[in-house]
């Protein structure tokens, strides 16, 4: 029983870690579609978001500077996708796929050329990078049974992006329930024409919700090259962006359920990481690649029969041409 606990423990534990980058890139979604615009480049922020962090990071020996430069090139990014589809009002989803596939070249072109290291860019030192917090009392606690394990290894021990990734949550539903640019935001995703009749600037509005689309995705970036890893890798989202736009409509893009959408799919990385190589019951020893590949399986399982009739706002993905 207490070997269990503790791999449980250490599976939750590998849960919040995984869980982060998705749960960062699934509200980031959240802002710009609530608003109307639909967001596939989530993966191509977050790839040139870990890149700079993970080059700024190096150059300056600061985290903090990797995550501001990460948040830069991502709201750069969003603007970009604003502009196409706002001011040009070209397709949401072509835009966002240009996105995605500038950003895995341009990561690897300008890795390969300032760093010669095949795309990716150098070791970051321990110093420049987000480590672990020890949170108050957490010595103290460490040998009482259960309660104790709970908190030294679960709730204590991440980084601070974790912490401030888990307080962005209600801080998002306050954002968009209990604030008028929340009112707004989800008004102008419903019925552009209505807020734009009561005098309301729907492109500007817009184009707030992608610049907070890039704050977030620029910041799931940072966790993987400054939490996670020890600098950037060719490709290291991995499909994250994705998982985040499949964790959104999961949760029929409501921020507390995008939570746990992201922690299921956060544990569901987690368990195939802990089972692979290691032989099932009955079924015996699995593939490794069968493992890898088991969080993307169940995401498409989860999508195509659990969540039932997810409705998007009724203004998404439609350019707005303002009636004269």
Request: hydrophobic letters at 55%.
């Amino acid at each position: 029983m207490t070997e269990f606990f503790a791999t449980l423990v250490t599976v939750l534990d590998s849960t919040i870690r995984l869980s982060i980058p998705l749960l960062l890139a699934c509200l980031a979604g959240l802002y710009s579609e609530r608003a109307g615009i639909f967001d596939i480049g989530l993966e191509g922020k977050m790839l040139a978001g870990a890149f700079a962090a993970g080059a700024a990071a190096f150059v300056t020996g600061s985290a903090w500077a990797g995550l501001g430069m990460a948040i830069v090139v991502a709201v750069g990014l969003a603007l970009v996708h604003g502009c196409a589809s706002i001011t040009h009002r070209g397709n949401q989803i072509v835009s966002g796929v240009a996105i995605n596939f500038i950003a895995a070249g341009s990561t690897i072109i300008l890795g390969q050329a300032w760093f010669a290291q095949g795309g990716r860019t150098p070791s970051v030192a321990a110093d420049a990078r987000f480590n672990a917090i020890e949170l108050p009392g957490t010595a103290a606690m460490r040998d009482v049974p259960i309660l104790g394990q709970l908190y030294s290894e679960l709730l204590s021990g991440h980084s601070i992006l974790v912490y401030l990734a888990f307080l962005s949550v209600p801080f998002t539903w306050w954002v968009l329930y209990r604030t008028r640019f929340g009112l707004r935001l989800r008004a102008v995703g419903e019925n552009p024409a209505a807020v734009d009749t009561a005098g309301i600037s729907v492109p500007w509005l817009r184009y707030r919700a992608v610049i907070c689309t890039g704050i977030l995705s620029g910041a799931a970036g940072a966790y993987l090259a400054l939490a996670m890893n020890a600098g950037f890798v060719k490709d290291m989202t991995a499909g994250r962006g994705y998982i985040a736009l499949a964790a959104l409509i999961f949760a029929k893009w409501r921020p507390v359920p995008a939570m746990f959408a992201c922690l299921l799919f956060g544990f569901l990385d987690a368990l195939s990481i802990r089972l692979q190589g290691a032989p099932l019951p009955i079924i015996g020893r699995v593939p490794v690649q069968l493992m890898q590949a088991l969080p993307y399986i169940l995401t498409v399982i989860l999508l195509a029969g659990f969540i039932g009739k997810a409705i998007p706002p009724r203004a998404g993905g439609v350019p707005y041409v303002k009636e004269r």
